[in-house]
């Protein structure tokens, strides 16, 4: 069964709106996650890490104001795209590790017309 | 920090011949290697990892090696069969909280 549950699978927003994916551990608690965003045909590209009680690491270029990251507790977090835009149409993908290993929720395909 | 290379890209197999694909990565402080079949529309499914305390692991018809003096690690499937085609990553970070550094993939196809 499912070790990381993410929702929504699919959203589709129109551009300036802001979009909440969350991203939950089941059975087990994380107090990291990773927020990845893939496009297609391409690899994994980690955005951020989310750190449960404080603030949000994020990777060279990803903008922390646009891809705001809330770990408000020890199995969820969420990433808001704020004010999207077409170019932030992109398959975003959550992670988190538990003693077995590193396991990834189903995906969230944004689209932004 | 971490750079893993990934080969091949593409790789075409007849149905219940072997698949082999190579990764290398950079850091020797890495101590975890998963791999992930995506689907897709999907996100990716942990089938198999290594730790580096180990050289080799296997799970029914997926093996996974590992070269500590080379830095490189390989999956291997046999038997394939045509459920197998999808998107293959590789992956080496360090295991617990510490994030991955992906390959680039490789695209599996299983010819019936």
């Known amino acids: 069964g499912a070790v990381v549950s993410q929702h929504p699978s699919r959203v589709i927003c129109k551009s300036g709106t802001s979009v909440k994916i969350e991203c939950r551990s089941l059975?087990?608690?994380?107090?990291?996650m990773f927020w990845y965003r893939q496009f297609p045909k391409k690899s994994l590209m980690l955005m951020a890490t989310?750190?449960?009680?404080?603030?949000?690491?994020?990777e060279q270029g990803v903008e922390k104001d646009k891809f705001l990251i809330n770990h408000a507790s020890l199995t969820l977090s969420t990433l808001t795209v704020t004010s999207a835009h077409p170019e932030d149409s992109s398959f975003y993908i959550c992670?988190?590790?538990?003693?077995?290993?590193?396991?990834f929720g189903q995906g969230t395909r944004l689209t932004v017309v | 920090g971490e750079n893993v290379e990934q080969h091949p890209s593409t790789l075409s197999v007849q149905e219940g011949d072997s698949a082999v694909i190579k990764c290398t990565y950079s850091?020797?402080?890495?101590?975890?290697f998963p791999w992930y079949k995506q689907e897709l529309g999907k996100g990716p499914q942990l089938i198999i990892d290594?730790?580096?305390?180990?050289g080799e692991k296997k799970d029914q018809r997926i093996a996974v090696t590992l070269n500590k003096t080379a830095k490189h690690f390989s999956l291997h499937i046999t038997e394939t069969q045509p459920e197998d085609s999808a998107v293959y990553f590789c992956?080496?970070?360090?295991?617990?909280?510490?994030?991955?550094?992906f390959g680039t993939g490789t695209r599996l196809t299983i010819i019936p």
């Open positions: 850091d020797s402080a890495s101590n975890y």
């Open positions: 992670s988190a590790t538990n003693p077995v290993g590193a396991f």
């Open positions: 290594i730790r580096s305390n180990v």
């Open positions: 059975d087990f608690q994380a107090t990291t």
């Open positions: 992956a080496a970070g360090n295991f617990g909280n510490e994030k991955l550094t």
């Open positions: 989310s750190n449960e009680g404080s603030k949000a690491t994020y």
